[in-house]
């Protein structure tokens, strides 16, 4: 079984393509620089040979006219790995390098000042060392800015918490750590900007992530799948070293495989062994160091409910039209003003599992602003119609209502289960139309023996939710309260963590696994939570 997963051609002999020579010329125009860290003989620049290669092939690959093959480099790395030592030597390159042309415009960027600084600091510090680059190269330190007046060339580091009003139009972005991006914004602008300019590059050094409700997954899920062969893309280069979520992270050789400096000193092989033997008692420290030092990618909860893996494995899409004549259960959860409210259909699929259908609902105005508090794409996820947007600052439960009876309008609904909470009024509207709505007690009593139905549902393969990113984000950020007597509830990690999907799908699968409506509750002789007793 694979445990690893990493770019073979960065470690074999396999020849690289260089078009004109432009790589070999890039290569040796680095060597000749200095860097105040280097061992080598004059301070020369060094290079492992993996990242030679990795330049290799960046810079290699010409088309006609001479301009670049690759317009994407993507590289996910663990920390430790001389993330920023590459991308400075790409800036250089290109700042006052043999890419270097007239009016060039390279960024930096990252989600803060701090770390958009880094990129800065590192070719700031070879320029200082270096006393043939003083003179041609003028470093403005306040402004993270480096221009080269011959060339008329700079280089400015810019994050994500000063804005995305930035002007210019680079020719070369480095995205930073961008799995740590607060939402996309920054990453828009800067990519439609190098759209303007010809032969651009984007560069993106960043290790894994969490969560897959960013832009850094949505840009790691296609660089793999380049990688793997899946997709061919010679403009995009994936460079992807990590480990898979079944790998012993114990295991040095794993290590090795997933960092391609270890070999040679980096990351220092003793604190990695110091860092793992601390993870072996601390759940906390065993998630970072898979993280960041095995890239592996995790879900947003350190303690999920359910493996996000294996919850995945329900992704098939299905055509709910196909089921207006199968009854269905409705879970209702609504929330406070401003949050998500969710409204959850489940159908019995006829083998024992259960098809579900969620659909969101929250306010308009402020929609942007609730994306980077929350972290997630709200604004996409709506023009993907897995949001619906209601007019104004808060949640109009108008619009939940109508969505509720069209649904009803439209399949046979055999229940409507709420969470009283935040619904009397809407759960008094729709019992006045003679609709069948049943209310859903919160806590242990209920919710434990659902959520036992629920996870068994999902680890058997049963349950069908179509890849719903909202709900899967909601799923991911579950985490489990067990009291001492064994009973389970829901709650989630954070302040600005979203399970409202969660509750409104326990709430319609339970309701679907009794296959009962509100006319015969107690049909079955059994009460939910508790046992009937026998006279």
Request: glycine share 6%; proline share 5%; hydrophobic share 40%.
């Amino acid at each position: 079984m694979t445990t690893t997963i990493s770019p073979s051609w960065v470690h074999d002999d396999s020849p690289i393509e260089d078009t004109f020579g432009y790589a070999e010329e890039n290569i040796q125009w680095l060597r000749r620089l200095k860097h105040p860290k280097s061992r080598a003989p004059n301070n020369a620049f060094q290079l492992s040979r993996w990242q030679e290669r990795v330049l290799r092939r960046l810079l290699g690959p010409r088309n006609p006219d001479g301009s670049m093959v690759v317009q994407q480099l993507f590289m996910l790395l663990p920390r430790g790995a001389r993330k920023t030592s590459l991308a400075a030597a790409i800036t250089a390159i290109f700042l006052f390098g043999p890419e270097a042309k007239f009016g060039t415009l390279v960024q930096s960027a990252a989600s803060a000042r701090k770390q958009a600084r880094e990129c800065y600091e590192e070719l700031a510090s070879i320029i200082h060392f270096d006393r043939r680059l003083r003179g041609k190269l003028r470093l403005q330190d306040y402004k993270n800015r480096i221009t080269c007046p011959k060339l008329r060339t700079r280089y400015e580091a810019i994050s994500a918490d000063a804005g995305v009003a930035h002007g210019g139009t680079p020719r070369v972005v480095i995205a930073d750590e961008l799995h740590a991006w607060p939402n996309r914004d920054l990453w828009d602008v800067l990519n439609s900007s190098l759209i303007k300019t010809d032969d651009s590059l984007m560069v993106v050094a960043t290790t894994a992530g969490r969560g897959q409700e960013n832009i850094c997954w949505e840009k790691y899920e296609y660089a793999l799948k380049v990688q793997q062969g899946e997709i061919v893309d010679p403009t995009v280069l994936p460079v992807i070293f990590q480990a898979t979520k079944d790998a012993d992270w114990r295991d040095e050789a794993v290590w090795h495989a997933v960092n391609p400096g270890l070999a040679e000193g980096y990351p220092s092989l003793k604190k990695f062994r110091a860092e793992a033997q601390k993870a072996e008692h601390s759940p906390g420290a065993r998630d970072a160091f898979r993280q960041l030092n095995l890239n592996v990618w995790l879900d947003t909860s350190t303690s999920p409910f359910v493996d996000m893996e294996i919850y995945d494995r329900g992704k098939e899409p299905f055509d709910i039209e196909a089921l207006r004549d199968q009854p269905v259960w409705l879970g209702v959860d609504m929330s406070t003003t401003t949050d998500l409210t969710a409204v959850v259909a489940c159908w019995r699929d006829g083998s024992g599992g259960f098809k579900v259908h969620p659909m969101f609902f929250c306010p308009e105005e402020g929609i942007r602003l609730k994306a980077e508090r929350d972290g997630v794409p709200y604004p996409h996820w709506a023009e993907r119609g897995f949001i619906t947007p209601t007019p104004g600052v808060t949640i109009d439960q108008d619009v939940v209502e109508r969505y509720i009876r069209d649904f009803c309008e439209r399949f046979k609904v055999k229940e409507i289960a709420f969470d009283r909470a935040y619904a009397s009024l809407l759960m008094a509207s729709l019992t006045k139309s003679h609709h069948p709505v049943v209310t859903m007690q919160q806590g242990w009593v209920t919710q434990s023996p659902a959520l036992n139905r629920l996870e068994t549902a999902i680890l058997n393969g049963k349950l069908q939710h179509g890849g719903n990113p909202v709900l899967r984000w909601n799923f991911a950020n579950v985490q489990i309260h067990t009291d001492p007597a064994g009973n389970r509830t829901m709650h989630k990690g954070r302040s600005t963590d979203r399970i409202d999907g969660c509750f409104a799908t326990w709430m319609a699968l339970d309701r679907a696994s009794f296959g009962q409506d509100s006319r015969n509750v107690y049909a079955s002789g059994q009460r939910r939570g508790f046992a009937s007793v026998k006279f």
